[in-house]
């Protein structure tokens, strides 16, 4: 199985928003409404931000949300914060029963 | 609140097996509705899924390391288990514990350990 596919790097200025992609294939991301998002600071442990593609868990900041178009997922951060810079991770869930995660997305706030 | 904390040895030899436990505290790993996972991150890599386990036994193991790879649960001892056999340096990495807290493997992954780094040595 393949990685899905994140820019490496996005950046924005605070107050602005961002927006990271994922894309992945007719068997992930195209055919399952199963994509999260997880942010990522060195030495902590992954947050989960996004599931179901645009679900948040309770306790999330309503700045981040996700959305889906075909193959492509995407997690858009309004409002940018300092404490928004980190790295981003998208997965998804696959046909052959698995979960594929992307690159990872390292976000700067400016 | 529940806590999952990672623990086994920070060394291992190449070639050798690589053992890790994830003790769960806060809540029981008996619920038959719960999958719990492993992930690593290789140093400067990203995030990646190793597998998952439920109570009642069904595990889901990444293709790539589904040869060398086993999870387990020990539920007398609130714990679940990790090992890789014939490890390589391509296995360093920090190994997370999870839990997802809904039926399936793959969503609301809400729950993470803090993470331990494991080098393997040549």
């Known amino acids: 199985q393949s990685a899905l596919t994140q820019p490496a790097s996005v950046s924005g200025s605070p107050g602005q928003s961002i927006t990271i992609s994922c894309t992945g294939t007719?068997?992930?991301?195209?055919?399952?409404?199963?994509v999260s998002w997880y942010q990522h600071h060195p030495r902590k442990a992954p947050k989960l931000m996004i599931y179901d593609v645009s679900t948040r868990p309770s306790g999330v900041s309503n700045r981040f949300s996700g959305s889906k178009s075909g193959n492509t997922a995407s997690l858009t951060i309004s409002g940018l914060q300092a404490e928004d810079e980190a790295d981003y991770y998208c997965s998804s869930y696959t046909s052959s029963s698995t979960l594929v995660f992307g690159g990872g997305t390292k976000l700067t706030v400016l | 609140q529940l806590q999952m904390q990672e623990s086994g040895p920070g060394l291992v030899k190449a070639s050798e097996t690589l053992s890790l436990t994830c003790a769960v505290s806060g809540g029981s790993i008996s619920s038959t509705s719960y999958y719990w996972g492993w992930f690593r991150q290789p140093p400067g890599k990203g995030l990646a899924w190793i597998g998952s386990?439920?109570?009642?036994?069904?595990?889901y193991y990444t293709p790539s390391l589904k040869s060398r790879v086993t999870i387990s649960i020990d539920a007398s001892k609130n714990q679940f288990s990790l090992k890789l056999t014939s490890v390589t340096a391509a296995d360093t990495a920090v190994y997370y514990c999870a839990k997802s807290s809904r039926y399936d493997f793959w969503g609301l992954i809400d729950y993470w350990g803090q993470g331990t780094l494991v080098t393997v040595s040549s």
């Open positions: 007719s068997s992930d991301v195209g055919t399952y409404n199963y």
């Open positions: 386990i439920n109570y009642s036994g069904n595990t």
